[in-house]
């Protein structure tokens, strides 16, 4: 049992999950990277996310430890995001990720491409036996 701010979970790969899990966390650590981002600009780089779910993708991860948010105060008002250490050490998980879901779409892709053609040879061979019967 691993108990992690007020929370108890069962394994690591539990807790890890709730705190990167979901479709926007691992991307936005991802694309902050070792860079500060301001809001506006982590809304241009992910334009699926909408702005409620950005901000509350952001919140938990603040929360979480893995992002710092940092506020000037200037008019306008002017917002940062950018990875704490622990978020930074996740950074090479998140790599590996990346190189794996590039080399499964690969693979993946290369399949299809594979079956396609063997589907198409299958229709080729089959309209020969049909003109040949129709020939005999």
């Given at each position: 049992?691993?108990k ?17 899990g ?22 241009r ?16 991860l ?11 105060t ?9 990875l ?5 050490s996740?950074?090479?998980i ?9 080399s499964?779409a ?6 299809e491409?594979?079956?396609?053609n ?11 036996r ?7």
């Open positions: 049992m691993i992690f701010k007020n929370n108890e979970y069962q394994c690591s790969m539990e807790l890890t999950l709730d705190l990167i979901g479709k926007w966390k691992a991307l936005i650590l991802w694309h902050l990277g070792d860079i500060t981002l301001r809001y506006s600009e982590l809304r780089i992910l334009p699926k996310v909408t702005a409620k779910m950005l901000t509350q993708q952001l919140r938990e603040e929360v979480s430890g893995l992002v710092k948010r940092f506020i000037y200037e008019i306008p008002p002017k917002v940062e995001y950018s704490t250490q622990a978020g930074k996740l950074l090479p998140l790599d590996t990720m990346c190189k794996w879901g590039q499964y690969d693979e993946y892709n290369e399949c491409q594979n079956e396609q063997e589907q198409n040879e299958q229709n080729e061979q089959e309209k020969n049909i003109l040949i019967k129709g020939i005999e």
